[in-house]
């Protein structure tokens, strides 16, 4: 690199000055999410209950013709492709809705380190330890 260029990668490297605390602060409360973005996150909202109602044997047109009625749009690949991710999201997490294999729902069973009938124990909101 000749010392010309270097003088003038200087030069614009200074004139790019860092932005103040509070104007990159105003910036990211500027901010929103773009419309997939805020897709995904209204599906993730939507997510249990839409598992809910495969389980209950709806169909995903029928699901997706009451989202429309709901005002929510959602074209059938958007959805799918949604519901893995959401699923595979959930699965990493460990909160299981269905087979990682075959995709099959999932019945709730009972707690295996409590003796039948025996309920939970209750845990203290604000301590988080028992009550």
Do not use: W
Not at 1 to 26: F, H, L, Q
Request: proline fraction near 5%; aromatic fraction near 4%.
């Amino acid at each position: 690199m000749n010392s010309r260029m270097e003088a003038v990668s200087k030069a614009s490297v200074a004139a790019k000055s860092v932005a103040s605390p509070s104007e990159i602060i105003d910036a990211l409360n500027a901010m929103t999410l773009d419309d997939e973005a805020s897709t995904a996150l209204a599906f993730a909202e939507y997510f249990p209950a839409i598992v809910a109602a495969n389980n209950r044997g709806l169909s995903t047109p029928a699901i997706l013709k009451m989202l429309e009625r709901m005002g929510v749009h959602m074209h059938h690949a958007t959805y799918n492709k949604l519901f893995k991710a959401e699923l595979k999201a959930r699965n990493d997490r460990g909160e299981r809705f269905c087979c990682a294999t075959c995709g099959a729902a999932l019945k709730p069973q009972g707690r295996r380190d409590m003796p039948e009938g025996a309920s939970p124990p209750v845990v203290n909101e604000v301590t988080g330890g028992a009550a």
